[in-house]
C-alpha cells in the first residue's frame, strides 16, 4: 500500500520529530509511506479573516497539486468522521482488495483546510473530539496507520 500525508507546516518540537520518524520506521515493513510537508503561508499576527481565507487556499492550491492522481483522499477534519482503530483497518483492507491501495491523508495548517480540499477529498476523518495541535496530529495519524496495519496483518495490537 502507498501512504502518503501531505501536512502544511514543519515539526519544531524534538520529541515530536522523534515520534515521528520512530512510527516511519515502524511502518516501512507494511506501507510505502511518504510525508511531505508544505510551507505555511506567511501571514502577520493580526490579520483579518480575509486574509486568512486568502491564505488557506494558497495552502490548499499547494495541498491538491501535490496529490497524486488516483489516491483515495483523507481528510483530517474536526467535523469529520471518527473512526476506531479496527475500523481504519478495515477500510485499509477493503482498498487493498479493491486494487486501489494509494491513499493520501491531508493535515492542514493551524487555519484548517481550505474548501477546495474538503471538496476534492473522498472522505473527512477525525482523530478526536478533543482538539490537538496539527503536530501531534500528525504523530497520532502514523501511530493509527501503523495499528490499522498491524491489525490487518493478523499481529497484536493494544486496545
Request: proline share 3%; net charge positive.
Amino acid at each position: 500500500m502507498q501512504v502518503q500525508i501531505i501536512a502544511v507546516g514543519k515539526i519544531k518540537e524534538k520529541y515530536l520529530r522523534e515520534g515521528i520518524a520512530e512510527y516511519e520506521k515502524r511502518l516501512r515493513p507494511y506501507v510505502n509511506l511518504q510525508i511531505l510537508e508544505l510551507a505555511e503561508e506567511k501571514r502577520h499576527s493580526s490579520v483579518s479573516v480575509s486574509a486568512e481565507k486568502a491564505a488557506t487556499e494558497k495552502e490548499g492550491e499547494r495541498i491538491l497539486a501535490a496529490i497524486p492522481p488516483g489516491s483515495f483522499i483523507i481528510a483530517l477534519d474536526v467535523k469529520g468522521t471518527g473512526w476506531s482503530s479496527v475500523e481504519l483497518a478495515e477500510s485499509f483492507r477493503q482498498r487493498e482488495l479493491a486494487g486501489k491501495n494509494q491513499i493520501t491523508f491531508v493535515i492542514g495548517g493551524d487555519l484548517g483546510l481550505s474548501l477546495a480540499v474538503l471538496s476534492r477529498s473522498d472522505m473527512r476523518l477525525s482523530l478526536s473530539k478533543m482538539t490537538f495541535t496539527h503536530p501531534m496530529a500528525r504523530l497520532l495519524l502514523l501511530e493509527q496507520i501503523y495499528r490499522a496495519c498491524r491489525i490487518n496483518s493478523g499481529e497484536p495490537y493494544h486496545k
